[in-house]
């Protein structure tokens, strides 16, 4: 391959401030979602004008402890919501939508755009937080004029029911944003990604084309949703106790499976974890799940049923701790699990989630539970479109220029050799980070900026407040704890009148150990306070962090946090 | 499936204490390696003689933050040192020889038994702790009179050369330990698993077999390591500039056809990491390795080659951000990647490792170096026997009772299932945890006992002074945070001289939150002091740990560690 035929990052290396924004011209920057699964927001601007995509949270990785989500950076608009025409949300699930309520703290009117279960979804989650949104429920092939953007809505299969694609018609170009998708053709409801669209949206031509990423270096065809059915029933039919079905509470297509196959069975089943319940009763009431009479059971009235008539539905296939299906594998949960029962996992394996997922697999093995999962049966298909259908899409829609999105380098990378193996030139694939800058006029798209992006975390009630910094303590503090020592100082007499006393915690060190240290600690405090009685009590405890700090390199060959306190009397 | 047809772990719930030990039974008691891929220490215990089987470290997971090793636990034989015979060494990993150290404090002449690669592995460790063991080198075929216990050694083939099993043989019965094995029917060095051996003590009769159970769960057959070679070659041919590989320091096989495929293309290779350095340097002058006259270079000599006559070869598979290829990702290494380079990782991915892995390989991309690893290309096979091997072993041995070993509990039922399946009857499946005591004798294995065992940590210099308890504290720490409460009392006027003063560390929280809670403190401490002059200075911590505690929880819903420091003047 020569150099232009090498598809990088590169061009993306050496750009600054983006110029200011001309008339006619579309700027698009993603917020988030770019390098990382999750937290995916762009922002579209146009004459003055905003239109967000998406606004999702990013879950943290370990190192990030302490760390409940991490959002998107605002920062960018934060001064601009007033801006701000409406948010398309493409689809309900968290990495789309679990930052709205923080934005909308910022400014509670900002409408947000979507289908019906994406809204009541989002609606759900805002009552929560006290927030009542301004909604516009769209459907596909509906066409809505949002400031100078025109959205046309199009339907795409993806692992929750009711996700959109939109087309975005403006002065500048046409953009096509697909948000999650992959192209089942046998979808449980029917509703498959609507290639004929694609088809009218590539022959009127789409300037820039925004893809789903996450499967682009998987090859070959995601399998269809409707094997899952087969197993579940051949698993169903095998078991002579409990099962208990463990997957994401938003993967409705997925519990109706589950449903279909106790009703056959005849099961009832018992729907466990908050956001479980909650969703599918959502999808219920607008029609999304289709419920038998009498099959659901509340938790508390399973005991009362024999074992194999029992199928528990509930949240935890990915390791969570606090959740039901963790809780029930290390009997801390009402539903005491043993020999005979099983368990079904039927979800993806997150990577970073491994050792979780797999102790609890070993504890339930432990207890003598038959544990199902996908690496035994096929219990599990991703929600992502993989490489053999990002190429029908390409072809299809014929793009002039291919931004990928909604994955990490490795995945932005492989949708970008798709699309160059399909004829888009390496030049128009826009390889962006979070923040890029990208422009759109007259079919050319150009990468002309960059803007910091940082990570915004939540942790508890707060939002931004912890600091790379923080995490950076708090890594330390993990790996080495923390010796706080503490002196009362006479400054008249320049005498110790406490200590040093040592408080150490998360060190691996006995008492004794720290004895040692203590005349040294006391030797160079009163040698500095003789010295010159103008130190400050920051300069002691300078003093004190340098004299146990050098000391626990050497002797203990360790660098835990140091927390020196002089008290002056 | 009947009862008395499923495998479990249940016959081990109800044991206690084991009983005394008569004269003429074999016990068998593994001080780590079941239910955990790790730390491999089996324990044979005869008319008042132990021969161990193994002494190797564990890698600490996320939840156990500043360990560096995991030991066995060997608390069951500290007061037994002068019982022991000797330690069996089946090959030279880590996770079988590195407590060898840690055992050899504790007594230093305890005799070392193994195969030369093996010995010279754990002698360079060794050296490092300035220990020169008692050692008997071993051959396959060879037998060994040690105390009451017979052992013939037997070659494996493995992901390390001069791999053994060993057959046990005593007035109690004959016990097969394979060590680490698979069955490569091609293997680079021509030495085969014996399974003409295999068939030989089956004839005899075993006992009891103690297989590898790590890759039970694994349907088929490993593949040969000879099938990386062309794998390797291919990716040579085709690359441009310079080819980094990574793999693990022990792999002599996959260092040897890196170093081939380097020959074949006219590149010069440089060992990078000192681990690979010595373990090769060590490989190299036993005959393990053959290096081509000529072809290693030192590393600071790569940067005269053109780099298109460059490979690499490096440790840090595994993500480990100390090592060359991490550094490399990051930019930190004075090997500087760009465009056009290749990165091979020739490795496994170890679960847990999957975040730290894509990490690099993202950065890697991100770079412009094209990444090739197992998922893109066969250029890694395991080290250990699938279901399908085992299956043959299992018949050509014919055990007369099983305990799967080296593996976590879905590993060990998994091994104990195909073992089942070609006809050992249930009730002669040892399921067994660390500690699960063995008594053998006449042909019949039964579980007699349990005896406790505990994680042993290492922690910089120190081994077993970290505690479960410190791993709380650090897990605390790193998820919360500390506040520390810092006040100086007169006993005597009952009113407090200095403070409090507050210093938080990883708690997020402006210090404006912080003045709200000081009046709270004071004022506890005041009623306090003034209602019982009898407080001692512990009540008094305890009076600022409740404050703070419950207003923490309260206000900021966090729940830090409280760090409360009294000093009285």
Redesign the interface.
Known sequence: MT?SD?V???SNRSVANPPKLRPGTLRIVALGGL?EVGRNMTVYELDGKLLIVDCGVLFP??EQ??VDLILPDMGHIKDRLDDVIGVVLTHGHEDHIGAVPYLLRLKQDIPLIGSQLTLALIEAKLQEHRIRPLTLTVKEGQTEQLGPFSCEFTAVNHSIPDALAVMIRTVAGNVLHTGDFKMDQLPLDGRITDLRAFARFGEEGVDLFLPDSTNA?VPGFTATEREIGPVLEQKFAAAKQRIIVASFSSHVHRVQQVIDAAAKHRRKVALVGRSMVRNMSIAEKLGYLHVPEGILVDLKDVEKLADDRVVLMCTGSQGEPMAALSRMANGDHRIKLN??DTVILASSLI??N??SV?RI???L??L?VD?IHK??ARVHVSGHASAGELLYCYNIIKPKNVMPVHG???HQ?AAAKLAHQTGVPVKNLMMCDDGTVVDLKGGVAKIVGQIDIGYV?V????VG??TDE??K???V??????I?V?C?VNRQTGKI???P?I?A??????DRAFEEVKPKIAQALEEAVRDNKGHTTHQLQQVIRRVVGSWAGRK???RP?I?P?V???
Chains 1, 2 share one sequence.
């Not at 942790?459 to 707060?462: E, I």
């Not at 503090?477 to 923390?482: D, Y």
């Open positions: 150099s090498t990088t990052f590169d390098g990785e370990e402890p302490g270096d020999q005979g990577p970073g491994e050792n797999f697999i070993n504890s093995m432990y003598g544990v690496g035994t990490e380098t490795r990378l975390y942790d508890g009630s707060k407040l912890v923080d995490l303590d708090r890594r503090l993990a790996e080495e704890g923390f706080s503490v009362a009148v406490t200590g006393d408080l915690r998360g060190v691996a060190e006995t203990l060959r360790r946090m927390v306190v008290v002056e009397v």
